[in-house]
């Protein structure tokens, strides 16, 4: 299939290319740039020996999406581009709803006027609510604490709207848990600006000598080690399970919500160690106060993925730890040095 991948220069979008490509699909990606380099489609060449189409422009722009999607004859939308910062969003909500609220209702009409109507799409598990009834299932109650978290569930219930007014539609929400880890090339892996939001990096940071120590958010959380609990899902298993979200949702109408997890909680410390391990050194840290907005611990049931997507994650906690390492030691600057 032809696919358009809205946000495909980005960290989940660009390996999510790769695998497209190895299954015999034709990514074409829409991208803006706005927190991603051009060296990204270079080195999805790189690693699958096929250049994807790159097409530099923003999802809210009707005209460049329209004329794409006719140009590529798409066959269906895979759709990542957003801000994904949570803190940016307390801060600046109006670019948030702008970006990702806004970006999804431009990209459903111009599907529309094409006549595309299969889409999946990165929700995050960010819209379900605080609750201590773990592991999350998707019916678990929805609710978020953060604009971010509301982009991402407003755009859930646009979608939803839109299948129940036009049947013939299939839309998938895939919720993200945790995604960390690389290609096991080091080719392609997480890059972000500044200083990270997120753990991992925040590590592999510390790790190559960018950073002095971790600062741990908490050690007082009732979880066995007083650290948050999180479910970490390997970035290529996620890319995985937008494949099999396609073979789905491709010619079955209707708005699917999947779960993309592993099932399995892992604290703070548990990550830090298991990182230590595939880097060859014990990583220094310190315990800080708690992140104001944070959960103490949440992860997913993901048999819903199992059952009917016939997905399950492949990769381990070492691979995780591996890969982003050697991402890290092979890119310390990112792709800031290419
Ligand atoms: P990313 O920032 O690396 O990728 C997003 C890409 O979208 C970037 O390349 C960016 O340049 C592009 N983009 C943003 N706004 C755009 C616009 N208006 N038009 C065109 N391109 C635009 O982030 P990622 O980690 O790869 O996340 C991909 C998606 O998954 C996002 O929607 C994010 O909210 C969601 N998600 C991510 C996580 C996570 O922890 N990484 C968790 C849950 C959900
Ligand atoms: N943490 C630290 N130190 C750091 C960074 C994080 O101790 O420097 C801790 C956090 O307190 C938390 C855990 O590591 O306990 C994971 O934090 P992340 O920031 O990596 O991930 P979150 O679970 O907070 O958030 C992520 C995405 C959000 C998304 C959410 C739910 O960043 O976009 O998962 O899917 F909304």
Redesign the pocket.
Same mark, same amino acid.
């Given at each position: 299939m032809n696919i358009l991948v809205? #946000?495909?220069?980005?960290?989940? #979008? $660009?390996i999510t290319c790769v695998q497209l490509i190895a299954a015999g699909h034709r990514p074409i990606i829409? @991208?803006?740039? /706005?927190?991603?380099k051009a060296e /990204?489609v270079n080195r999805i060449e790189q690693v699958s020996g096929q250049r994807p189409v790159f097409v530099q422009? @923003? /999802? &809210? @722009?009707r005209a460049r999406l329209v004329q794409t999607l006719r140009e590529h004859a798409v066959d269906a939308v895979i759709? %990542?581009? #957003?801000? =994904?910062a949570v803190g940016e969003s307390v801060a600046q909500p109006w670019r948030y709803y702008d970006?990702?609220v806004q970006?999804s209702l431009v990209l459903i009409d111009a599907m529309r006027e094409v006549g595309i109507q299969t889409l999946v %799409? $990165? $929700? $995050?598990?960010?819209v379900y609510a605080e609750t201590l009834d773990q592991p999350l299932h998707e019916g678990s109650v929805i609710s978020s604490n953060s604009p971010?978290g509301r982009? =991402?569930l407003m755009a859930e219930q646009i979608f939803s709207d839109v299948v129940a007014a036009e049947p013939t539609w299939s839309i998938t929400a895939? &919720?993200? %848990?945790?995604?960390?880890g690389a290609h096991p090339s080091a080719c392609l892996g997480? @890059?972000?600006q500044g200083v990270p939001n997120?753990l991992m990096p925040f590590i592999a940071q510390v790790a190559v000598g960018r950073r002095s120590a971790l600062h741990i958010f908490g050690n007082d959380y009732p979880t066995p080690d007083g650290t948050g609990v999180r479910d970490y899902i390997h /970035?290529m298993d996620l890319a995985d399970g937008h494949l099999a979200a396609l073979r789905y949702a491709h010619g079955r109408p209707g708005h699917h919500v999947f779960n993309l997890g592993s099932g399995r909680g892992l604290s703070v410390l548990e990550l830090l160690s298991a990182f230590g391990r595939a880097c060859g050194k014990s990583l220094p840290y310190e315990f800080s106060p708690r992140r104001p907005g944070d959960l103490a611990a949440f992860w997913a049931n993901p048999s819903l993925a199992e059952e009917l997507l016939n997905w399950r994650v492949q990769r381990s906690l070492d691979d995780m730890c591996a890969d982003s390492w050697r991402w890290q030691s092979q890119n310390p600057n990112g792709y800031e040095s290419s």
């Open positions: 809205t #946000g495909g220069a980005g960290y989940i #979008g $660009s829409l @991208d803006s740039l /706005v927190n991603a /990204v422009a @923003d /999802v &809210r @722009d759709h %990542f581009a #957003g801000l =994904k970006n990702n970006g %799409f $990165s $929700s $995050s598990a960010t971010y982009t =991402k895939l &919720r993200y %848990f945790n995604p960390v997480e @890059d972000p997120n /970035v």
